[in-house]
């Protein structure tokens, strides 16, 4: 059998190792000839979590507005306001929009 024969059935069964596998392969030359098929590298930011967070952070504000009633809340809020700084910043995130005060008087029949 030649070289080119060795290389095309070689080739043959890396793509049906690939075809076999389910998920997208890599084929790739090494220095020496030999061919390769490696699974492609995985990572990323994972964005998928990103809706995620945000409704956990609904949840929580929502909670939070929940437990402690508006007007405690909307104090609390206002003190983090006046520290300046990194608790302006949490203020204006927690700050109580109409989706939160939606979810929190949806949570109150279960609080």
Same mark, same amino acid.
């Given at each position: 059998m030649s070289d080119r024969q060795k290389f095309k059935s070689k080739?043959?069964?890396?793509?049906?190792?690939?075809?076999?596998?389910?998920?997208?392969?890599? #084929?790739?030359?090494?220095?020496?000839?030999?061919?390769?098929?490696?699974?492609?590298?995985?990572?990323?930011?994972?964005?998928?979590?990103?809706?995620?967070?945000?409704?956990?952070?609904?949840?929580?504000?929502?909670?939070?507005?929940?437990?402690?009633?508006?007007?405690?809340?909307?104090?609390?809020?206002?003190?983090? #306001?006046?520290?300046?700084?990194?608790?302006?910043?949490?203020?204006?995130?927690?700050?109580?929009?109409?989706?939160?005060?939606?979810?929190? #008087?949806?949570?109150?029949?279960?609080?």
């Amino acid at each position: 059998m030649s070289d080119r024969q060795k290389f095309k059935s070689k080739m043959k069964r890396l793509a049906k190792q690939q075809r076999r596998a389910g998920y997208y392969r890599t #084929q790739s030359v090494n220095h020496d000839g030999m061919v390769l098929g490696r699974a492609p590298a995985r990572g990323g930011f994972p964005w998928h979590l990103v809706p995620l967070a945000a409704a956990a952070f609904w949840l929580f504000r929502a909670f939070a507005y929940t437990i402690n009633g508006p007007t405690a809340y909307l104090e609390h809020v206002e003190g983090l #306001q006046s520290s300046g700084g990194l608790g302006g910043f949490a203020a204006w995130m927690m700050q109580a929009d109409s989706l939160t005060i939606w979810i929190a #008087q949806y949570l109150q029949a279960f609080v």
